[in-house]
């Protein structure tokens, strides 16, 4: 049974930093292109981040020079460190893991930020 767990999402003061985990458990970690999404209410849900397998990372514009993206294999974890947030980064954020036509998201943990 697959399972993408996150954490460390909750609520910050604009300006602050916040970072999360996601957890996987039932997949060959290392062989996944791991990616951070977010749905902010009323809104679609959009890609953040992703990291390949052989660590080629890609952000969306808007958290350019702000949010990082890394993986720890041994751990089978994907971050997402997030600095400088700003009330617009408000949202649930998901983790998502994709092999070649298999596709795993987690439940998500949300990001609240304060202006």
């Known amino acids: 049974q697959v399972q993408l767990v996150e954490s460390g999402g909750g609520l910050v003061q604009a300006g602050g930093s916040l970072r999360l985990s996601c957890g996987a458990s039932?997949?060959?970690?290392?062989?996944?292109?791991m990616a951070w999404y977010r749905q902010a209410p009323g809104k679609q849900r959009e890609l953040v981040a992703y990291i390949t397998s052989h660590l080629r990372t890609n952000y969306t514009d808007s958290v350019k020079g702000r949010f990082t993206i890394s993986r720890d294999n041994a751990k089978d974890t994907v971050f997402l460190q997030m600095n400088s947030l700003s009330p617009e980064d408000t949202a649930r954020y998901y983790c998502n893991a994709k092999y070649w036509r298999s596709e795993h998201w987690g439940q998500g943990t949300q990001v609240t930020v304060s202006s």
């Open positions: 039932g997949i060959i970690f290392g062989i996944n292109n």
